[in-house]
């Protein structure tokens, strides 16, 4: 069964923490790994896509990595800022299905 | 990137009536478009792969019959909730891809529609 897992399910840090974000799937044969954002009754932002010959991927404060032998991804996120609260989403691309995990919630306090 | 718009973002209707809500691609053609659901507190779920001039494919577990799937052109997918109850009441989004980003997979979504069945 393909299954998708986010440690840890919440995060509150102080501004300006570097924080790491965990993704791990049971079955390695992805096609791309997809990071999300999604505000309280909002629709999804796509943050960050990594196929799956890549290693990391990076936009701005946010590092993604990807290690698909171990089936494990992380989101890196330097300098963090109250904006940045959020619901963190990792979903891996199987064929034409994508696969969620449940997310972690994050709280950056001012 | 690309935009996918879905309307309404919001709905509240009695029990027993349907619901439709819909699924714009504006600046692509999307052959396939997805439909999730996710309830408070929890992920998204997939409900069904939408193919344009074609029957959807529905996930394990979700009922064909109650959530009607129309894909008439390349750029609206349609889902119907029919009789709806308050169980169903749920954020529903749909994603699609755009076939010219290449081989990416790279799927983008819609805003969201929550419906509340009273």
């Known amino acids: 069964k393909q299954e998708v897992t986010q440690i840890p399910a919440a995060l509150s840090v102080p501004e300006g923490e570097n924080l790491v974000l965990n993704c791990s799937f049971t079955?390695?044969?992805?096609?791309?790994l997809q990071w999300f954002r999604q505000d309280p009754g909002k629709g999804l932002t796509s943050l960050l896509l990594?196929?799956?010959?890549?290693r990391e991927q990076t936009s701005g404060r946010l590092n993604a990595s990807l290690d698909k032998s171990s089936g494990r991804s992380t989101l890196y996120i330097a300098a963090s800022q109250p904006g940045d609260s959020a619901t963190y989403l990792c979903?891996?691309?199987?064929?034409?299905?994508?696969?969620f995990g449940a997310g972690t919630i994050l709280r950056v306090k001012s | 990137g690309a935009v996918v718009s879905q309307h309404p973002s919001w709905v509240i209707c009695k029990s027993g009536t349907s619901v439709k809500i819909e699924c714009r691609s504006l600046?692509?053609?999307?052959?396939?478009m997805f439909w999730y659901r996710q309830f408070p507190k929890q992920s998204l779920m997939l409900m069904a792969t939408s193919n344009e001039g074609s029957k959807a494919t529905y996930e394990q577990g979700v009922e064909k019959d109650k959530f009607l799937i129309n894909h008439a052109s390349l750029t609206l997918s349609t889902l119907t909730v029919t009789s709806a109850h308050p169980e169903d009441s749920s954020f529903y989004i749909c994603s699609a891809r755009d076939p010219s980003q290449g081989g990416t997979g790279e799927l983008f979504f819609g805003e969201g529609s929550r419906l509340t069945v009273l």
């Open positions: 600046d692509f053609q999307a052959t396939t």
């Open positions: 079955d390695s044969a992805i096609y791309n």
């Open positions: 979903a891996v691309l199987y064929g034409n299905k994508l696969v």
């Open positions: 990594i196929q799956s010959s890549q």
